[in-house]
């Protein structure tokens, strides 16, 4: 780990606009050891990944950025609770094969309220 990788710090959120802007600059994908997952800073590289839902997927966000002490796990085991919320029809198991098309649906209702014109028009 090197760079804007190794500065990278998750949760501390105080003042992440300077680091954020040298990674988009030096280091525009990295991977973060701390929570495991890559981190992508530029608006193209964003953009690109959400259109490719076949290669690039969310299902594991819904599992914790830290592990669990093991007396909470066991708890969560013992009722057989999941890591997904259950909130996206794609996490639950019991949907098989229910995946892009559904969530693009899912989505499609409250993104038209999202487009840049309706959020510059909003009064501040």
């Not at 198991?93 to 899912?106: A, D, I, K, L, V």
């Amino acid at each position: 780990m090197h760079g804007v990788a190794r500065e990278f710090r998750p949760f501390d959120i105080a003042d992440p606009f300077a680091l954020y802007a040298r990674a988009r600059e030096e280091e525009p994908v990295f991977f973060s050891a701390e929570i495991g997952f890559w981190v992508v800073t530029r608006y193209e590289d964003v953009h690109a990944i959400f259109k490719d839902p076949a290669t690039f997927s969310s299902e594991n966000t819904q599992a914790p950025y830290r592990q669990r002490p093991a007396a909470v796990q066991r708890v969560l085991d013992e009722g057989d609770f999941r890591a997904y919320s259950g909130l996206s029809p794609a996490s639950r198991p019991s949907t098989p094969g229910c995946g892009g098309s559904s969530r693009r649906r899912s989505r499609r209702g409250g993104s038209r309220r999202w487009t840049r014109r309706s959020v510059r028009s909003r009064p501040r």
